[in-house]
């Protein structure tokens, strides 16, 4: 017999769990990096209205979805199809996204483990031990190799726990952690010379770049990928909230955890490079752009924090493992995916399902830490930049034209009793059927 569900206890559970998925590298770092190069808060202000407008939508899509067919995504959008068509087309997008969020965390596990290095780099160098510090910080294939190792271990700890006592309890222990440190750094950064010009570049908006094609492909993009969409990530956390939760206010509870911490984020990434440059660090690459790739983390960053002093040390120990818990909290999401497939889909246990896939990730982790050139650069393209938008597009569809609108009703009425007569249903069928694909296809064809 096939083991009972694992369920969130509490709102506040899946809250952290959900936002933890949500918040991650994407947040601290690409939101904040997007926005100082097309035109600051220009920036921010398409990010939060497409954030609202178009990714939120397709959040409601796929928690409702989730929670109804409480499945994994295959299953899921199987139980919604009817016909043998439809019922073909959900296994081949219910497992594209499978595949999908799989090479995600294969990329984004090698990037978490460099965050782990640079967390250990300064306890190194409290310690004095000048050679293991100068190891952590070189971009080596033995060090990238280790790392993403020990970074897919804990993940998968996590996950073999299940629901409630690995992705529940770690998301609710990490994500508080996350915000305290991340308000402390912003407190701190703040008050230094330099601090006000990067709060200057961040704030005040640049509007002539508002009507630039790519700035709103990059708003969306940034959006689809920090609010984890697509790939059944959302899906499977709903298929894990209980039937009394109101899904409209949770998933707006989702939607501006994240953006909130992406906002506070830039007020501390932006803010912190010019202070870089106060202290005579090169925060401006050879175009004459901010430096916005591995460069910011893994090389101004740090400068930055050396040029500290004492309190550098600590910063910088404060500052990655902020950046170890964010991507903690998203990478436990997405191995969550194909493990619940293979526990649901083909009756292994859960730990065993773990360990399996989780090895199988991490060796592709490693294929590419060994051709980093060729692959890196071609397995984020793909999988966010071309999969991550179709996908979200295809999970508007099965929402809204193949997923009979009654039965959408009934699942969010029963957390929701009154949501007939408010707005949530006045727009939200008519955004996810319309407005959300024809956008994203047109955004994605730009
Ligand atoms: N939302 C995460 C971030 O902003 O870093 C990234 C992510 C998590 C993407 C989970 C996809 C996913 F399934």
Redesign the pocket.
Known sequence: MAAPRGEFTSRFGFLMAASG???????IW?FPTNAASNGGAAFLFTYLILAFALAYPALMAELIIGRYARANAVTALRTISSGNKTRLAALLVGFTGIVT?SF?LSF?GIVSGWMIAFFFDPIARLLGASQLSAWLTADAVMRNSLFVVLFMLLTIYIISAGVKEGIEKWASRLMPSLIVILLLLIVYVLTLPGAMDGLRAYLIPDFSLIADPSLLVDAMGQAF????LG?G?MLIYGSYISSKENLPTIGSLVALLDVGIAVLAGMLILPAMYVALANGVEIYDDAGGLIAGPGLIVSVLPSLFTTMGAIGVFVAIAFFALMTI?SLT?SI??LE?PVAYAVEHHGLERRRAAILIGSIITVISLIIVFNFDPLFDLVVTVTTEVSQPLLGFAFCIFAAWIWQRSEVLEEIKQGCPEVESGIFWKIWPFYVKFICPVAILVVYFQ
């Open positions: 998925s949500a918040v991650g590298l994407g947040n690409g969020v995600i984004y990928f920090s609010l984890s790939v990530t964010a998203s999401s997405m995916v």
